[in-house]
């Protein structure tokens, strides 16, 4: 007697689990091919399976109640015949399910992809969804608030004809964009602040021409949580509110345990005058061959780190128990915060990466992590990692390493502060290095040396032509 | 609310459709009908009940193939459920010269045309791109997933029809047309507007057969066309009519009228058939999330193949032709099912085979890195046997 196991099948293009609700057949009941076996939950819906097999049920592999992954088997059918998969069975026809019709059988999933005029609805859904902050993209930039005159050279003032209010061709083309409209967005950056509730007419525009991009929007919006913040939301109406451990949360967790209680952790921390370091931002800003990329002090800690590993080897490894695997590249993992969870997928072979190539991989890095499309590849395999809790607002932090490796940099907020230069105080852009280590593999002298180095370095970026 | 849109059509002030057979099953006489009826009154009872039995077999297929994607053996199936009027109908008007252009939701008329039911589900089954030769399926074109593309290609064909003389020529066994489907989502693509300008300012051998499930994925017709869908091809300069979608005979009858004329030379046709999908738009999307089971229960009670039954047996079709269908069905179903399992996947070459028709350096080079990339897998890649079933056009 050949026993057939029916793995949970993916109902719904790219979900990942469910959970089973309630068995619909007990072992030793006999079923047929397309009957009824299981109702499960979805992320969307409640569906029903029906049954691959017909033959006699030998066992349930899940209790009701439990999450499986897509592809474990839930339950085991024996049946006379050899293959049954294959075995065509024609049965009665009450016995057939009919899944699509939906009065008895609601299906799950997602808009399905065939769009059928469905796409401007699923852009409107998914497409312009406030945007994860990720840790590790760029101290906040100096953003001048000032309130644009909303009167600003109206075009009236400069029309030829001023009495022809709606003529497009009125405006004369010598106007700048920027200056003949009070606010000058691409309707998916005005949907943005929509939804962010970000006033277009606060922001002033660092496009091109003048217009509002998608990161005025959110550095406005995150600039005013710090406020929002203040806002006390309610408590639910329950006592307790429970939340499911899964996914990428039940990963982190692991990840996080198993680091914080397998690598004894030493943190240090060192204060830094910063103002060069953001003054060569400013300059690479300003340079055409950096036209276009992003650039923040991020970009010089990640080429800091590529300096100081050199010079401080061990921190670029990995703990095997029986040997210290100390690597000759460097695999840049940057922690990012995403709708999903903290992820932290790494540019490999960044020790090749020239300056700008580097400005473009980590930009590159942010915008997949933020569409949640980083691989399991992108995340593999890293040496070495930056938080940059300054895109926080925080001065730095004590963070736990990611799996693997042994070293790991907090970057926090650049902020005017009193600095003293030559017996005077005076203000500079001060920020605090942290890194944690693993002190099985790096001594404090080692971690001292190494952090003191990544402070040098936004001291005085020069030393990065050494 | 979205019910006010799939109600009659009378309540959303237009005028009657054209309609042949009622819900229950009678011939409608109206002076609506009085041009068609003929039409169908000439047919011998084998073609009607053919309409009948191939919308049974084509629901029948939609259940085996939605149970297969709940199995996990169909990444998705899209159901035609509620639809089958509208499609066997029209199928059954085109000629055998005639060319069609799908969507992706027109399994039925495939199959009419010669199309084998598993290369549709091979595309559904992920291992087969639905790459056909309309030469081979009775001039079935491919499935287009990009909404309302297929329309431009559709009109395209006729603009070559017309310029190689084969339509208007007074031999109507030889003269061509072409029949392009879309739905009522993809009436709000430009691709579907620029189709019909170009079909009347080149006044194409062709017919528009739209569709109106009532639903976009989550989009009701409503919200995308404050007028009725079939006005808007008069406002194309193109003459239309609109049907009750749910009877097979006026979907017969009035397409086969359209086809005649575009055939003749007198240039393109749009039909509006009205009907319901009555399952998901595909097996990823939930409907109860964003519609009322009233407007269910009303589709529901419209059911194209009971009316078609009802015909049937009041014209005194025979117990036995009912009772041999529905096994026929079941072996129908079992016979897909058998051979969607034995599908395999494809050789890896396919991929490079048909991107030029010669040999292309930047194909080999693109073959050679595959290779050596699976063969870093080791042991532990799965054989490319190279032998499967799926070599060209899988199970054909």
Request: a negative charge.
């Amino acid at each position: 007697m050949a026993a057939s196991e029916f793995p949970l099948p993916d109902v719904g293009e790219g979900l990942t689990e469910a959970e089973i609700v309630a068995w619909k057949v007990q072992p030793g009941d006999s079923v047929t091919v397309n009957q009824v076996l299981v109702e499960i939950e979805t992320a969307k819906s409640l569906v029903e399976l029906p049954s691959p097999f017909a033959g006699t049920v030998q066992e349930l592999l899940v209790d009701e109640g439990a999450t499986v992954e897509v592809g474990t088997p839930i339950i085991r059918v024996a049946s006379a015949g050899g293959s049954v998969e294959l075995q065509a069975t024609a049965t009665d026809e009450s016995d057939f399910v009919a899944p699509m019709d939906t009065r008895e059988h609601p299906v799950a999933g997602a808009p399905g992809f065939l769009g059928e005029g469905g796409a401007a609805e699923r852009a409107l859904d998914s497409g312009e969804r406030p945007e994860p902050t990720l840790v590790g993209y760029g101290t906040r930039a100096q953003v001048a608030t000032r309130r644009r005159r909303p009167d600003a050279v109206r075009p009236d003032a400069v029309r030829p004809d001023a009495a022809a209010p709606a003529a497009p061709a009125a405006r004369s083309s010598t106007i700048p964009v920027a200056l003949a409209s009070p606010v000058i967005a691409k309707p998916p950056i005005r949907k943005l602040a929509k939804d962010l509730d970000v006033d277009l007419a606060a922001i002033t525009g660092t496009g091109l021409a003048g217009e509002i991009t998608r990161d005025d929007v959110i550095r406005q919006a995150q600039q005013a949580s710090v406020f929002r913040n203040l806002e006390t939301p309610e408590w639910g109406d329950e006592r307790e509110e429970r939340i499911p451990v899964k996914g990428v949360r039940k990963a982190i967790a692991k990840a996080m345990v198993h680091s914080a209680f397998s690598a004894p952790h030493v943190s240090v921390f060192s204060d830094v005058n910063a103002t060069r370091t953001m003054e060569f931002v400013q300059r690479l800003k300003a340079s055409p061959t950096f036209a276009g990329v992003r650039v923040s002090p991020l970009l010089v800690m990640a080429k800091a780190i590529m300096w100081a590993v050199r010079r401080n080897p061990t921190v670029n490894s990995t703990w095997t128990d029986k040997e210290i695997v100390v690597h000759h590249y460097v695999n840049l993992g940057i922690a990012a915060a995403t709708p999903r969870g903290l992820i932290v997928p790494n540019i490999k072979d960044a020790q090749e990466l020239s300056l700008l190539q580097l400005a473009q991989a980590l930009e590159q890095l942010t915008l997949t992590a933020r569409d949640g499309k980083a691989t399991p590849a992108d995340m593999a395999g890293g040496t070495i990692t930056i938080t940059n809790l300054g895109s926080f607002g925080m001065d730095t932090g004590t963070p736990i390493l990611n799996p693997g490796e042994v070293a790991i940099v907090a970057l926090g907020a650049i902020k005017q502060k009193p600095w003293v230069i030559d017996g005077e105080v005076r203000p500079a852009y001060v920020t605090t290095v942290g890194a944690s280590f693993d002190h099985r593999v790096v001594d404090g002298d080692v971690a001292s040396r190494f952090t003191a180095d990544l402070a040098s370095v936004l001291e005085e970026p020069a030393l990065l032509l050494d | 609310m979205p019910l006010s849109t799939a109600l009659p059509p009378a309540e959303t002030g237009t005028a009657e459709p054209v309609r042949l057979l009622s819900p229950e099953g009678q011939l409608v006489h109206s002076a609506l009908s009085e041009e068609y009826l003929p039409v169908i009154e000439a047919l011998p009872d084998e073609r009607l009940e053919d309409f009948h039995r191939q919308m049974v077999l084509m629901r029948r297929w939609d259940i085996e193939a939605g149970n297969l994607q709940r199995q996990g053996q169909l990444a998705l199936w899209i159901p035609s459920h509620g639809q089958e009027a509208a499609q066997v109908g029209s199928a059954f008007a085109a000629k055998p010269q005639d060319h069609v252009f799908p969507a992706y939701r027109e399994h039925v008329v495939g199959k009419i045309r010669g199309l084998d039911p598993v290369r549709i589900m091979a595309i559904l089954r992920g291992i087969d791109h639905g790459g056909w030769d309309p030469r081979e399926t009775g001039n079935f074109h491919i499935y287009v997933l990009v909404i309302g593309a297929q329309s431009l290609h559709a009109t395209g064909y006729a603009m070559g029809i017309g310029l190689d003389g084969a339509s208007g020529t007074g031999d109507p066994d030889r003269d061509e047309a072409v029949l392009v489907y879309f739905g009522d989502g993809a009436t709000s693509q430009g691709d579907v507007n620029e189709a019909m300008i170009f079909a009347a300012s080149y006044q194409t051998p062709q017919v528009f057969f739209l569709q109106n499930n009532h639903w976009a994925i989550s989009v009701p017709v409503e919200r995308q066309s404050r007028t009725p869908l079939y006005l808007r091809a008069a406002g194309f300069g193109i003459p239309t009519t609109q049907i009750d979608g749910n009877d097979v005979l006026a979907s017969y009858a009035v397409t086969q009228s359209a086809l005649d004329a575009a055939r003749s030379g007198a240039g393109p046709r749009f039909i509006e058939a009205l009907t319901y999908r009555m399952g998901a738009h595909t097996s990823s999307d939930d409907p109860t999330k964003y519609r009322e089971n009233e407007e269910l229960a009303y589709w529901g009670a419209r059911d194209p193949i009971t009316r078609m039954e009802a015909f049937l047996r009041g014209r005194g079709a025979s117990e036995s032709y009912f009772r041999a269908l529905a096994v026929e069905a079941e072996e129908f179903a079992a016979d897909i099912r058998t051979r969607t399992l034995a599908l395999q996947p494809p050789p890896r070459e396919r991929l490079f085979r048909h991107a030029y028709t010669d040999a292309h350096p930047l194909v080999d080079e693109q073959r050679a890195w595959l290779e050596r990339y699976e063969a870093g897998y080791g042991d532990a890649a799965a054989p490319d046997t190279g032998a499967a079933p799926a070599e060209d056009g899988a199970g054909a």
